[in-house]
């Protein structure tokens, strides 16, 4: 007889491997596997990183994908899920899954939700029905969909507002405990949320707060919503001072080559982003030199990869002039080798940047890349 496996202890442990200055280069263990820190996880908001396989996602060497508890509570429905045998064999992945709470997603349907200390009340983007999240039905959708890591439920503020940045960030604390004290699951590591907006106060009492709790991991959010670099890089300065360093550091949705580089190089651990899939829908791609426009008319003959020195499926078997082709005669298979080359870069990216930090190389190494980046 099999023992529960919801009952078992899980290895939610985080191995600091290297040090280089602030960056990072770590270990983090689930019961789906190991993940290698810095990483970035592709979004797979409805079970699904828009037009790839999951085969595709193996052979990029994904190692953590994030889906949208909102979204598939909506459709189909996290009850579904479960039956299904959870969201791991519902869409055949068998490595680490991550689920946001649904706060951002809900916080961002302004127009048409009401927030309490209970809870926020919302309509459906899909047909407008009525719906409402606590931090307890958030924390029972995700435990239904059974994420490797499952996030705290939190209110996303504005980040210049700062009367509602302490009223938001107090409630996301409450929320947080609420969440721990409903979470169930031993085989779902929970991560906290460190909200409070541009103000340097507001950010260190709560990642105070967050490293308070002993959670396996703690997030940053709020963050690459409005604010400048600056301030989002001082924002990550404060708490990364006061958040434990044998945890995992999770930076919610960001993504930019610029973006890893620099946050990788203030302690960040963990990034996620649509923007490689988001961006390869829109015809650009992602390389070491910044963005291209594979609809410009000067790449309709040219047979060169987009990019030359690039080792993914899509640069070693396809041109620009037919990658181009395929975007004017609006064939879906643009998206995929785009979404390829474009998740490939950032996972590239991340395991150069590891590489450097094990050796001791990472200033050196974000110095010429970033130099490059802009040139």
Request: aromatic share 8%; net charge negative.
């Amino acid at each position: 007889m099999h023992p529960n496996p919801h009952k078992a202890a899980a290895p939610f442990t985080f191995d600091l491997v290297a040090l280089d200055g602030d960056a990072r280069a770590g270990v983090f263990h689930t019961p789906h596997g190991d993940i290698p820190t810095p990483i970035f996880a592709p979004v797979g908001t409805q079970a699904t990183v828009k037009s790839l396989t999951q085969r595709q996602l193996t052979e990029l060497d994904a190692r953590l994908i994030l889906a949208n508890t909102y979204h598939l509570y909506l459709r189909p429905g996290d009850d579904l899920v479960a039956e299904m045998g959870g969201l791991h064999k519902f869409m055949a992945w068998d490595g680490p899954l991550l689920t946001d709470s649904g706060g951002f997603q809900v916080f961002s349907l302004s127009d048409t939700r009401q927030v309490d200390e209970d809870g926020v009340t919302f309509k459906s983007h899909i047909d407008g029905s009525t719906h409402r999240f606590t931090p307890e039905l958030s924390v029972a959708i995700q435990e239904n969909l059974g994420a490797d890591i499952i996030m705290a439920f939190d209110e996303c503020a504005e980040p210049y507002d700062r009367a509602y940045n302490i009223e938001a960030m107090a409630r996301t604390h409450r929320w947080l405990e609420r969440c721990q004290a409903a979470k169930t699951r031993r085989d779902q590591a929970l991560f906290g949320i460190v909200q409070g907006g541009v103000f340097p106060d507001l950010r260190e009492a709560s990642a105070e707060f967050i490293a308070s709790l002993d959670l396996p991991g703690n997030a940053i959010g709020g963050l690459s919503v409005g604010e400048t670099k600056p301030e989002m890089h001082a924002m990550i300065e404060v708490v990364n001072a006061v958040l434990p360093a044998d945890k995992p550091r999770y930076l919610m949705g960001v993504g930019t080559p610029q973006d890893l580089v620099d946050c990788v190089g203030l302690g960040i651990d963990i990034f996620d982003c649509v923007l490689p899939t988001r961006l390869a829908r829109h015809n650009a791609a992602m390389t070491d030199t910044g963005r291209m426009n594979m609809m410009n008319a000067q790449y309709a003959r040219d047979e060169r990869p987009i990019s030359v020195a690039c080792t993914c499926y899509t640069c070693q078997n396809h041109s620009r002039a037919y990658i181009r082709h395929l975007i004017q005669a609006r064939e879906m298979l643009s998206g995929t080798l785009l979404s390829i080359h474009n998740i490939h870069t950032l996972l590239n990216l991340v395991a150069q940047l590891r590489a450097a930090i094990c050796a001791g190389e990472y200033h050196d190494f974000a110095r010429a890349y970033l130099a490059h980046l802009n040139s």
